[in-house]
């Protein structure tokens, strides 16, 4: 690979990663059924009032210059002097987060319901 390419790959790095969580946990919804994409408006809710919250304390922080934004790591495009990636970030891994919350609770539950159905004296 020459370096001009490496430099290509290395400004989409953030929306790469992005991807990845996506990819990694998209078999939660689809074989799990953990149905978090099925339940859109409570969905968008919960990654509204957080992502709302989260991206004002990133606009806040990034304009006192308490942190910054590595330019080779991100596409360039902005909104409000904060990279896209960034506002994906906060739907993205919140996301990825309540799929495999409920990914846990779901499993859990059925291990549960296993081991009651299990219990010794239980009448089938």
Not at 18 to 44: K, S
Not at 77 to 105: D, H, K, Q, S, T
């Amino acid at each position: 690979m020459s370096t001009g390419t490496l430099a290509v790959v290395g400004s989409y790095e953030y929306l790469t990663l992005l991807c990845a969580c996506l990819v990694v946990t998209a078999p939660l919804e689809l074989w799990l059924g953990v149905r978090v994409y099925r339940q859109a408006l409570r969905l968008g809710l919960s990654l509204g009032c957080m992502g709302a919250v989260f991206v004002g304390w990133d606009l806040l922080g990034a304009r006192l210059g308490h942190w910054a934004y590595n330019p080779q790591a991100v596409t360039g495009l902005r909104l409000l002097g904060l990279p896209l990636e960034e506002y994906l970030f906060f739907a993205v891994v919140p996301l990825c987060a309540i799929l495999a919350y409920e990914a846990v609770r779901l499993t859990l539950d059925g291990v549960s319901a296993w081991l009651r159905a299990r219990r010794p004296g239980r009448r089938a």
